[in-house]
Structure formats: C-alpha cells, structure tokens
C-alpha cells in the first residue's frame, strides 16, 4: 500500500512539475516559478524556471514550506504577499501548496513576480499619459532623512527615463545614472554605493568607478 501512496505522490508532482515549466515559459525573465518537493527539505527544489532569486535544484524548502509541513492546517494558499529577492528586487509572491489524498502536504508551487521590472513601466506610462510638463526638482540639501527605499526609486524613475530598467541600461546610460545620483548627493547616504550597483547589476568598484 505504501509503494502505490508513494507512487501517487510521486505522479502528482510529476503533474505540478508540467504547470511549473509551462507557468515559467509564459513569463520569460519576469515571474520566477519554484516547485518544491515537501518530502524532502533538505533538497525541496524539483524544478525551477525563470531563475530570478539564484537558487538551484536540490535546494532546501523556505520558511513556508516548513511551516506547511509541520501543519496540514496550515493554508493551502498564500496569494500576493510582499517579498524580495537576495538582491535586493521587491517580488509579489503567491505559493499554492498541494495535498496528497492523505490530507498531507507534500508539494508546493510558488510564483515570484520581479516587480521592479513593472515599475519602470508604470512610471513611464505616467509620463506618457500626464497633462503638465513636470521636472524633477533638485533634492534637499540635507541627506539625512534618504534611505534605501528612495533611492531604489530614484534610480527606477531615472532608468524608465531611458524606457529601461536599471540593470538593461547600457554601459554609458548606467554611468550617466550614477553621475547623475552622485552630482545630486546620494553618495553621501549610507551603503548607497552597494544598493546602487545591485540595482544596476554591478560591482560597487564599478559604481564608483563610472562616479569618477
């Protein structure tokens, strides 16, 4: 009876493995789609497409996923909360976990959306659709009060300038962005060298580099 139950489950992430490949084609180098095997979490990933968060097959299962193993309560479906990639990029996530006939979670398919990617776009189709010339305005004098989160936006807003994101700039566009934050005094803030080449996909010696 165990071997049919096994191989139940077995087919069954078999099934969830062909929606994860064919969910990951669909969005090519936006949406991050991760199959995880909850039979084993010490190697949970059985697939995953889009690679956005640098994680690789045969990874150990998330926080979540534990959380799902440890509680057959637990819900089945968690849509759009708030998360982030190691690098820093926000994601909108949603992670769908999959019961066998037992009642036991052993499978869950999670979808990360880049959501940097989008925001370029959104900021340009405001530019686009806006009644009144608007200008950006000097920042303040004063740095004190500037964090991550405005910087992100800032480099975000100035590379949708360009119709791009920051990490498709080009060479020249990615060292005419840092000039610009580095004529406007974002240098000066704490740790913006390293947020600014993680934007931007670079070294933080290359960040101060194209600042020269």
Same mark, same amino acid.
């Given at each position: 009876?165990? /071997?049919?139950?096994?191989?139940?489950?077995?087919?069954?992430?078999?099934?969830?493995?062909?929606? *994860?490949?064919? $969910? /990951?084609?669909?969005?090519?180098?936006?949406?991050?789609?991760? $199959?995880? %095997? $909850?039979?084993?979490?010490?190697?949970?990933?059985?697939?995953?497409?889009?690679?956005?968060?640098?994680?690789?097959?045969?990874?150990?299962?998330?926080?979540?996923?534990?959380?799902?193993?440890? %509680?057959?309560?637990?819900?089945?479906?968690? &849509?759009?909360?708030?998360?982030?990639?190691?690098d820093g990029r926000p994601v909108k996530s949603t992670s769908i976990g999959l019961k066998n006939a037992a009642g036991e979670y052993i499978a869950a398919l999670c979808l990360n959306l880049?959501?940097?990617?989008?925001?370029?776009?959104?900021?340009?189709?405001?530019?686009?659709?806006?009644?009144?010339?608007?200008h950006r305005e000097q920042p303040p004098e004063t740095l004190r009060d500037r964090n991550t989160r405005e910087l992100r936006h800032t480099v975000e807003e100035l590379a949708a300038e360009?119709?791009?994101?920051?990490?498709?700039?080009?060479? &020249?566009?990615?060292?005419? $962005?840092?000039?610009?934050?580095?004529?406007?005094?974002?240098?000066?803030?704490?740790?913006? *060298?390293?947020?600014? *080449?993680?934007?931007?996909?670079?070294?933080?010696?290359?960040?101060?580099?194209?600042?020269?």
């Amino acid at each position: 009876m165990e /071997g049919v139950v096994d191989g139940a489950d077995e087919h069954l992430i078999g099934e969830a493995e062909k929606i *994860a490949v064919a $969910l /990951g084609r669909m969005f090519p180098g936006l949406c991050e789609v991760v $199959l995880h %095997d $909850l039979r084993d979490p010490r190697h949970a990933i059985r697939a995953i497409e889009n690679n956005l968060s640098g994680r690789q097959v045969g990874d150990s299962a998330t926080e979540l996923g534990l959380a799902r193993i440890a %509680d057959p309560e637990y819900p089945s479906v968690l &849509q759009n909360y708030p998360n982030r990639f190691p690098d820093g990029r926000p994601v909108k996530s949603t992670s769908i976990g999959l019961k066998n006939a037992a009642g036991e979670y052993i499978a869950a398919l999670c979808l990360n959306l880049d959501v940097s990617v989008l925001s370029p776009v959104t900021l340009t189709l405001s530019h686009l659709v806006a009644t009144e010339t608007e200008h950006r305005e000097q920042p303040p004098e004063t740095l004190r009060d500037r964090n991550t989160r405005e910087l992100r936006h800032t480099v975000e807003e100035l590379a949708a300038e360009r119709a791009a994101t920051p990490r498709s700039l080009s060479r &020249q566009d990615k060292k005419a $962005l840092v000039r610009q934050l580095h004529q406007d005094g974002y240098f000066d803030s704490r740790d913006a *060298a390293q947020t600014i *080449a993680d934007l931007l996909g670079v070294s933080r010696a290359t960040v101060y580099n194209y600042s020269k």
